[in-house]
C-alpha cells in the first residue's frame, strides 16, 4: 500500500530580481515499510523534497496526498543531543516535547535502550558516548514518539567512513523489525544502494526525476552483505554513469 502519492510536485523560490525552481513535476508513490533513497547532485532539491512532506514549506505546483495520518520522525546531520541531558533524558525529550508522560511511552523508550545497547549508559552523557552511539540514540528519541514515516537527511555524513557502515547495520536492523517507512537523503551512492528498497535519481536543479531503482536483494539482507554482492558493484557503476557530476 502507498503510504504517499506525490503528483506533478514543483517548487518555486521567489527572489526579488529572479525565480529559482527547485523541483518539476516529482511524481511518486511512497510505499509501506520500505526504506526509499533520494540520491542527487547537491542542490537538486533532496532537500526541499522533504519539507514538501512535512508541510514545512507548500509546493507551487502539484500535490501531495498521505493515504492515513502521518506521525513523522526527522533525524538530521547533526544528531542534535542536548550535552546536558544524560542519555535517557535525550532519548525521552520527543516525548517530553509532545507532554507524553504515561508510563507505556517511558517503559518503550526503556525497552529500545536495552534492544539497541545503550541501557548500561543511560545514565551517562552525550560527549562520553562513540559516534554510533550517538547515532543509536539519535534514532532511539525519533522512535520514542512511534513514528510510521522516518525522515533522514544525511544522518551519517558526520561519521567515519568505518562508523558509518556499522551504523548502517544498526539502522537498517531497526527500521525493518519496526516495520516503519523511511526516505533517507544522501549524496552517497554506496550508502543508498546499501540501505534502499528503492532509490529516487534526481537530476540537477530544478530537480526532476531521471531514474528510480527498485533493488532486488532480499529484504533483511543487511547493508555491509549487501556490499558484497557483485549486483551491488554493477548497480554502482550504472548510478555513477547516469548522476549529473559537477
Known amino acids: 500500500m502507498n503510504l504517499i502519492n506525490i503528483t506533478n510536485l514543483t517548487k518555486i523560490y521567489h527572489t526579488p530580481t529572479k525565480e529559482i525552481k527547485a523541483l518539476d513535476n516529482i511524481s511518486l508513490n511512497i510505499e509501506e515499510n520500505k526504506i526509499i533513497s533520494i540520491i542527487g547532485?547537491?542542490?537538486?532539491?533532496?532537500?526541499?523534497?522533504?519539507?514538501?512532506i512535512t508541510k514545512t514549506e507548500l509546493p507551487s505546483e502539484g500535490s501531495i496526498r498521505n493515504?492515513?495520518?502521518?506521525?513523522?520522525?526527522?533525524?538530521?546531520?547533526?544528531?542534535?543531543?542536548?550535552p546536558w541531558l544524560t542519555v535517557y533524558?535525550?532519548?525521552?525529550?520527543?516525548?517530553?516535547?509532545?507532554?507524553?508522560?504515561d508510563t507505556d511511552a517511558l517503559e518503550y523508550v526503556?525497552?529500545?535502550?536495552?534492544?539497541?545497547?545503550l541501557s548500561d549508559f543511560k545514565d551517562e552523557y552525550p560527549d562520553n558516548l562513540s559516534g554510533g552511539m550517538r547515532q543509536r540514540l539519535a534514532l532511539i528519541r525519533t522512535?520514542?514518539?512511534?513514528?510510521n514515516?522516518?525522515?533522514?537527511?544525511?544522518?551519517?555524513?558526520?561519521?567515519?567512513?568505518?562508523?558509518?557502515?556499522n551504523i548502517s547495520d544498526d539502522v537498517f536492523k531497526i527500521i525493518k523489525e519496526l516495520k516503519i517507512t523511511a526516505i533517507l537523503i544522501t549524496h552517497d551512492i554506496?550508502?543508498?544502494?546499501?540501505?534502499?528498497?528503492?532509490?529516487?535519481?534526481?537530476?540537477?536543479?530544478?530537480?526532476?526525476?531521471?531514474?528510480?531503482?527498485?533493488l532486488n536483494f532480499l529484504e533483511?539482507?543487511?547493508?555491509?552483505?549487501?556490499?558484497?554482492?557483485?549486483?551491488?558493484?554493477?548497480?554502482?557503476?550504472?548510478?555513477?554513469?547516469?548522476i549529473d557530476h559537477d
Not at 506521525?71 to 543531543?81: R, V
Not at 533524558?89 to 508522560?101: M, Q, R, S, T
Not at 522512535?143 to 513514528?147: C, D, G, H, R, V
Open 41 to 52: 547532485p547537491s542542490g537538486c532539491g533532496k532537500s526541499t523534497l522533504l519539507n514538501l
Open 67 to 82: 493515504n492515513r495520518k502521518l506521525t513523522i520522525g526527522y533525524m538530521m546531520q547533526n544528531d542534535a543531543l542536548l
Open 89 to 101: 533524558e535525550n532519548a525521552c525529550l520527543g516525548l517530553e516535547l509532545k507532554d507524553i508522560k
Open 110 to 117: 526503556n525497552n529500545l535502550l536495552k534492544k539497541y545497547e
Open 143 to 147: 522512535l520514542a514518539i512511534k513514528p
Open 149 to 165: 514515516i522516518l525522515l533522514l537527511d544525511e544522518p551519517f555524513s558526520k561519521l567515519d567512513v568505518e562508523t558509518r557502515k
Open 190 to 214: 554506496e550508502e543508498a544502494l546499501s540501505l534502499s528498497d528503492d532509490v529516487i535519481l534526481l537530476t540537477k536543479r530544478p530537480g526532476r526525476i531521471k531514474a528510480i531503482y527498485k
Open 220 to 242: 533483511k539482507v543487511l547493508p555491509s552483505e549487501r556490499r558484497k554482492d557483485e549486483f551491488f558493484n554493477t548497480l554502482y557503476e550504472d548510478m555513477w554513469s547516469n
